[in-house]
């Protein structure tokens, strides 16, 4: 059972407002991620339990639910209130390592901060938010997790008429950017000043002995997000809606919309339909994240003077392009990655973009590659004639490191996934779902749990997407 220990709930009243949830529609059970379940020591409560838990007719012991006040830069402009429009907290719960972790409906109906929407989320969208945090998780990306989800009888209008599900999903916390911005916004310095202290406290207890403990809080924030989005440009993720209130000030990949993975590698590919200028395309994403970083330190410059903050965002590129070279170097199995092989990988990633080269495939035949035939890898390209070049100097700066061939390989084969969520692959599971069968959506989870590795009788997963799944049209709404 739970064991409630209140943090975010002793903030008081100005971060947020309590609300029940409100049922779905004849509810049923479609997965739980046991694992986790297991991993939070929450094992003896019933699936039945978890089904009235996650539809909000068994309330947690302890503790009254809440949805929360943000507000944030969507596509850089201010909005000055968002908040929890759909999500409810529904408990705070310590583990056996002393850990806290937030437990967060998403789609449990309305609440103060939902504005005109009406609080739900389609099956579609909550399958998607599932599969895809749990294989961002199973990638050792840092990401929310979802824990539960359910479907319903419930109608949710959309573009059409839809049927709602919820997502029970967890974090050890889901402060975002935007809950600082409120409070700038509204010059409520004793909110944001209590706000920083409480994740200085829980989060980053280091910053407490820094000489401005505000600098530090950002440049660990900036430290985390840098590390986050360089693991994202390593496996292809375009998030799609890079708004300060869809970041975490844990550095967490958070609220799974219109996302998508490269299939072929394109550099301005944008995944949401709605980006008509390509704002959050997947070379933009590094840049984004400083820019809404820069959101965050024009907050807390209401707290300490902005020149002090200044080097914390300033090291974001530092941060990045270590980070970065850190990913980037074990996918081509060079563990002393330098600024200077940057050249050799821009080389790389110019032939992969001018041969519409499929990213997680090629990647991942790279680290097939035995040393006895290297050639083997021409037939994942059109442009075999450059790669080949490209591949003679590879093998040179491959071998001046300490690994050995195999020891190298090894690197990339921890670096360079079998399988990603693919939305054709996420689509599959969405229209067997909708019939009432999770039997795609199950054996998609079980894939994605263990990505580096080919599960065998799932072939497709690995294999090129069919040519039409490139018109799948993701759609914003959820
Ligand atoms: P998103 O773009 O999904 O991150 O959502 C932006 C804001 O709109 C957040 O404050 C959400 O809580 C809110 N929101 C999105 N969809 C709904 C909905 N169906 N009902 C209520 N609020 C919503
Ligand atoms: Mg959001």
């Not at 840092?142 to 059409?160: C, D, F, K, M, N």
């Not at 809080?217 to 430290?223: G, H, P, Q, Y």
């Amino acid at each position: 059972m739970f064991n409630i220990s209140p943090q975010f709930a002793n903030l008081g009243s100005e971060f947020y407002q309590l609300v029940n949830p409100e049922p779905l529609l004849n509810p049923h059970f479609i997965h739980i991620n046991s694992p986790l379940v297991n991993q939070l020591n929450l094992g003896d409560i019933s699936e039945d339990q978890w089904l009235n838990i996650v539809n909000g007719t068994l309330a947690v012991e302890k503790y009254k639910p809440l949805a929360s006040l943000y507000a944030g830069h969507q596509f850089g402009v201010w909005v000055p209130q968002l908040g929890d429009g759909r999500a409810i907290l529904i408990a705070e719960h310590k583990d056996t390592n002393k850990q806290v972790w937030e437990f967060q409906l998403k789609g449990a109906g309305q609440t103060p901060y939902s504005r005109f929407a009406d609080g739900r989320a389609v099956l579609r969208s909550s399958i998607r938010e599932y599969l895809c945090s749990h294989a961002m998780h199973s990638l050792g990306i840092p990401t929310t997790q979802a824990l539960a989800i359910i479907g319903s009888s419930t109608h949710v209008v959309r573009e059409e008429v839809e049927t709602g599900a919820i997502v029970l999903r967890v974090a050890p916390s889901f402060i975002r950017f935007g809950h600082f911005e409120v409070f700038a916004s509204r010059s409520q310095i004793k909110e944001l000043n209590q706000l920083a202290g409480f994740i200085i406290d829980h989060y980053y207890p280091d910053c407490n002995n820094a000489a401005n403990k505000f600098s530090a809080l950002l440049d660990k924030i900036v430290n985390n997000t840098a590390k986050m989005v360089a693991k994202w440009q390593s496996v292809g993720f375009c998030h799609g809606v890079m708004n300060t209130d869809n970041m975490s000030i844990l550095g967490l990949t958070i609220d799974y919309g219109p996302f998508g993975f490269l299939d072929k590698y394109d550099p301005n590919h944008i995944c949401n339909h709605s980006d008509h200028e390509g704002r959050y395309s997947f070379a933009n994403q590094p840049k984004i994240a400083w820019w809404n970083l820069g959101r965050l330190a024009q907050s807390l410059s209401l707290l300490t003077p902005a020149e002090e903050l200044q080097q914390s965002l300033d090291n974001f590129a530092i941060y990045f392009n270590q980070y970065y070279m850190q990913e980037m170097g074990n996918k081509l199995g060079i563990s002393n990655f330098k600024s200077d092989d940057l050249e050799l990988l821009g080389e790389l990633l110019n032939i992969l973009e001018r041969g519409n080269t499929d990213w997680t495939i090629f990647w991942y035949n790279l680290s097939k590659m035995e040393q006895d035939n290297t050639s083997f890898i021409l037939d994942y390209v059109i442009n075999r004639d450059e790669l080949n070049l490209w591949l003679d100097k590879y093998l040179v700066r491959r071998k001046q490191q300490v690994l050995d061939f195999i020891d190298s390989q090894k690197l990339m084969l921890k670096a360079n996934p079998a399988i990603v969520l693919r939305n054709y692959m996420a689509q599959n599971a969405i229209i067997a779902a909708q019939k009432g069968d999770y039997t795609e959506f199950e054996c998609l989870f079980n894939a994605l749990s263990t990505p580096f590795e080919m599960h065998a009788g799932h072939s497709n997963y690995y294999a090129y997407p069919p040519e039409d799944a490139v018109h799948i049209s993701v759609s914003c709404s959820s």
